[in-house]
């Protein structure tokens, strides 16, 4: 891991997923993506919401002053809303139609893909309740003449969603984009309407870093700069940035 020596504490996690990322980056329709979850102490197992107090405490953060420590230039746009309705094709293909509504054109935008997920590295953020994952999913675009009429979703989530794009490539476009997510999730859209609306009912609250680059920038960067570049990142987010990871499930 030439150049990223003072990130000991890190060593375990970068080069398995320095590999990944040199594997799967030419990929046509791959994501790369970091997201951050907590372990649960008493089954082991992973969950994607960090909850409210994590969420909120890194927004306030970035909106804060520069003199406030907000990370530099790390500004999230207004949020968003869509929804999702997953299902399965006759041929066994799982779809993800995502519906979105713009209201400052009054528009209603649809797209269909199949998210197949590649391959998962996990790593625990030791001395907290957090971990880490980098996941290589590849999405492919489903044309809508391929789907049917009316089809029964296994599950409708509904998200609020807000972003922020960081770091410039030569080009100017951004290496990465942080996506901060609230979701209601069911067996259908009223289920997950209602839990929408009840006031009983926290979401969950989902934080998720996204590689925008290219192979070109993997290969002018090098793939453990950019994974140690995207781990730090994303510990920053719970206060973690000088903690060791240490790999789970290998």
């Known amino acids: 891991m030439e150049g990223t020596d003072e990130y000991r504490a890190l060593r375990a ?19 790369l993506e970091f ?9 082991g197992r992973w969950t994607s919401d960090m909850g409210f107090t994590v969420h909120d405490t890194f927004l306030a953060r970035c909106a804060a002053p520069p003199a406030h420590h907000a990370p530099a230039a790390l500004r999230f746009g207004p ?21 979105t509504y713009d209201a400052s054109t009054c528009t209603v ?24 994952r980098l996941d290589a999913s590849i999405e492919e675009p489903v044309e809508d003449a391929s789907l049917p009429e009316a089809a029964e979703p296994t599950r409708v989530a509904i998200s609020q969603r807000c972003s922020a794009a960081y770091g410039r490539r030569g080009s100017g476009a951004p290496l990465w984009r942080y996506d901060a997510t609230m979701q209601w999730a069911g067996a259908s859209h ?40 995207g781990l730090l990142k994303v510990m920053d987010i719970v206060g973690a940035g000088d903690a060791t990871l240490a790999l789970r499930g290998r």
Do not use: N
């Open 13 to 31: 996690a970068v080069h398995p997923m320095a590999q990944l990322m040199r594997q799967h980056a030419a990929t046509p329709g791959i994501e």
């Open 109 to 132: 935008a649809r797209a269909s893909v199949c998210k197949r997920r590649v391959e998962t590295i996990e790593a625990a953020i030791e001395g907290t309740p957090f971990a880490v």
């Open 35 to 43: 997201r951050l979850g907590r372990i649960d102490a008493g089954t």
């Open 190 to 229: 009223s289920a997950a309407e209602h839990l929408q609306r009840s006031s009983s009912t926290a979401p969950a609250y989902m934080m998720e870093l996204e590689f925008t680059g290219k192979v070109d920038d993997t290969e002018a960067y090098g793939a453990e700069r950019l994974v140690v570049s």
């Open 79 to 99: 949020w968003s809303e869509h929804v999702d309705f997953a299902y399965s094709l006759d041929d066994g293909r799982a779809v993800r139609t995502r519906v």
